[in-house]
Nanobody
């Protein structure tokens, strides 16, 4: 199972980015998906979640109204649309699937255990 994030970059405050999480070797639509981020010197935090059916989403309070999660099952991809970006959104962003493998790194968020992770994509919001 492999996840690959893309779409990060450098953007000015107030700008927008669209992150993508693509899966290879398996069908992403069988899994709930989470987006997470980790800023330098800070812990990992959950940003947004979408269930396998795509009809339930969660957002951290810090991104509500600015970020939108969606899934494109035909492309086997999940997107995170990020608008009105702020400097405090600067972090490495990761996507992960809701699955558990004994012995593998697992992060619990929104009542789910996320065990397959991508390598991350850097988002920097700065002038």
């Amino acid at each position: 199972l492999q996840l690959v994030e893309s779409g990060g970059g450098l953007v000015q405050p107030g700008g927008s980015l669209r992150l993508s999480c693509a899966a290879s070797g398996f069908a992403l639509d069988n899994y709930d998906i989470g987006w997470f981020r980790q800023a330098p010197g800070k812990g990992r935090e959950g940003v947004s979640y979408i269930n396998a059916d795509g009809n339930i989403t969660f957002y951290d309070d810090s991104v509500k109204g600015r970020f939108t999660i969606s899934r494109d099952n035909a492309e086997n991809t999940v997107h995170l649309e990020m608008n009105s970006l702020k400097p405090e959104d600067t972090a490495i962003y990761y996507c992960a699937t809701d699955d558990y493998t004994p012995g593998a790194f697992t992060w619990v968020e929104w009542g789910r255990a996320f065990g397959t992770w991508g390598q991350g994509t850097q988002v920097t919001v700065s002038t």
